[in-house]
């Protein structure tokens, strides 16, 4: 299973990002993905996720403001994010569970500055 994610860069407070995390797999196998990301100095924390049955779930920190979804055509997943804040600044990270397993992608750069 590989993973690519695509769509960070730099954003001013207050801006919007779509994060896109491409599969190597169908991804209406798995049993979940997710996005996580870590902050310099921080561990990495979980953002948002969803479940093959569809359940979303998110951070208090994002509700709100991140939306994530997936395209099973081009078995994709999304993290649409508005309202970002400078805390929000952090690479992120796609994830996909499958058949107990974890995987995870490279990472995208997300930065909110003014």
């Known amino acids: 299973v590989q993973l690519q994610a695509f769509g960070g860069g730099l954003v001013q407070p207050g801006g919007y990002l779509r994060l896109a995390c491409a599969a190597s797999v169908n991804i209406r196998s798995v049993f979940r993905m997710a996005w996580y990301r870590q902050a310099p100095g921080r561990q990495r924390e979980w953002v948002a996720s969803?479940?093959?049955?569809?359940?979303?779930d998110y951070r208090d920190s994002v509700k709100g403001r991140f939306t994530i979804s997936r395209n099973f055509a081009k078995n994709t997943s999304y993290l649409q994010m508005t309202s970002l804040k400078p805390e929000d600044t952090a690479v992120y990270y796609c994830?996909?569970?499958?058949?107990?397993?974890?995987?995870w992608g490279q990472g995208t750069l997300v930065t909110v500055s003014s």
């Open positions: 969803i479940t093959g049955g569809g359940t979303l």
């Open positions: 994830n996909l569970q499958r058949a107990g397993q974890h995987y």
